[in-house]
């Protein structure tokens, strides 16, 4: 929204005037205005529209004229129109009877000039302008002697004006007393933070992770730069690769994380369990790790599945050794199936003595079926079954794998 200021020194120049001008045709009274933004800059040099009207008795009484105009504003963002001589809305600028008042002026301006009248102010006529019912002198009957001194009419132009108001320029550069502006520079900052002591190397320690590397020692000498890897960079592994003590049989989508089959059957007549001791629920279908671990506990006797797993550490297998096998979930050993191919492949191209190819028979999981039965794949038919847990029923071949 912009503001208007009137300005009242104007108008009461421009009233005295017009009463001294009333038998002239047709009659008018000047009227000046500067025009403001709502941040209160100068409008300049901009055409805004305007209606003025004249109001009978109160600031919201009859409007007894209208009028309208389409003023400039000058490089101050000052207005001058001339009330009597704009275009005429409704009523008679010289029909009105100033001795019935009183009169209020009502300005509505829109800064866009149009007729979007967003602005409006009303005031009351000051008796200054009640100096155009001067005109009912037509009626006396005689002459009268002038003895004032003769008056040189104002041409209305605001630059004639003697101490004149001076008006801003709206430049900043301008405004007196301005404030400091900031340099955005942190050295010209006042009460700047207190920096500490310079690193010395005793602060808490970082450490490389994965992804990510470390350089330097954390002194001020040698800081600490930490740069991080992509993982596209770092190594990735595949189905039927010899790795990691055996042959991988499963990846997940980043290409570093999966299972491992071992190279050879860590048995090939194992039982599961016993009834006896069947006080937990190995039944994981996908985490044979966690499996093994209950099965282990439940069961601590050497010649059964998962404790064969659960110690053996490929020793028998030139790659590394490691401890961390376990008997596979009955979804862990399906996706072995799926990578049937592949796995046999790699087992069968190693030159290593010691390896064997998984049989076409029958493998324990470590996933139990209730209370007395576990599952086992049938590598013959490509199909899960459920044998008794009992250690003396069933004997079967075992497997072990372990995630990287």
Not at 69 to 75: A, D, G, R, V
Not at 203 to 212: D, P, Q, R, S
Not at 281 to 306: H, Q, V
Not at 387 to 392: A, E, Q
């Amino acid at each position: 929204m912009k503001k208007l200021i009137t300005m009242s020194v104007a108008l009461v120049l421009a009233t005295l005037f017009t009463g001294t001008i009333w038998a002239q045709s047709p009659q008018k009274m000047s009227y000046q205005a500067v025009i403001r933004s709502a941040n209160n800059y100068l409008v300049e040099n901009t055409v805004v529209g305007m209606k003025i009207s004249i109001l009978q008795g109160t600031a919201n009484g009859t409007a007894v004229y209208s009028e309208t105009h389409i003023p400039t504003t000058n490089s101050n963002g000052l207005v001058s129109i001339e009330i009597g001589g704009g275009t005429v809305v409704s009523g008679n600028y010289s029909n009105i009877n100033w001795a019935n008042g009183p009169y209020f002026i009502k300005t509505e301006t829109d800064p866009a000039g149009g007729t979007n009248y967003t602005i409006t102010g009303t005031s009351q006529f000051l008796s200054v302008p009640y100096s155009l019912h001067a005109k009912t002198a037509d009626a006396i009957i005689g002459g009268i002697t002038e003895t004032d001194p003769v008056f040189t009419a104002w041409d209305k132009d605001y630059a004639d004006l003697t101490n004149k108001p001076t008006l801003f320029s709206g430049s900043y550069a301008d405004l007196t007393n301005k404030p400091t502006l900031f340099s955005g520079s942190y050295a010209d900052l006042t009460n700047k933070p207190t920096i500490p002591e310079a690193a010395n190397g005793s602060e808490t320690k970082i450490t490389a992770g994965t992804n990510v590397t470390i350089t330097g020692s954390g002194t001020t000498a040698s800081p600490y730069i930490v740069n991080a890897t992509s993982s596209s960079s770092a190594t990735t592994h595949y189905i039927g690769e010899l790795y990691g003590g055996g042959v991988v049989f499963w990846v997940d989508q980043t290409g570093q994380h999966g299972l491992i089959v071992s190279m050879v059957d860590i048995s090939t007549s194992a039982g599961w369990g016993s009834y006896s001791n069947y006080s937990y629920a190995a039944k994981s279908d996908w985490d044979g790790n966690s499996n093994t671990t209950e099965i282990i506990s439940a069961f601590p006797y050497t010649n059964t599945a998962a404790k064969m797993c659960g110690d053996y550490t490929n020793d028998d297998y030139g790659t590394g050794t490691y401890s961390d096998w376990y008997l596979p979930s009955r979804a862990e050993i399906i996706d072995l199936w799926n990578s049937f191919r592949l796995v046999q492949k790699a087992i069968e191209s190693d030159t290593n003595a010691s390896t064997t190819i998984i049989k076409r028979e029958a493998y324990w999981t470590s996933t139990s079926d209730g209370y007395s039965d576990a599952y086992f794949f049938n590598f013959k038919k490509g199909l899960l079954d459920t044998y008794s847990i009992d250690y003396y029923s069933e004997m079967l071949n075992v497997r072990a794998v372990r995630a990287f």
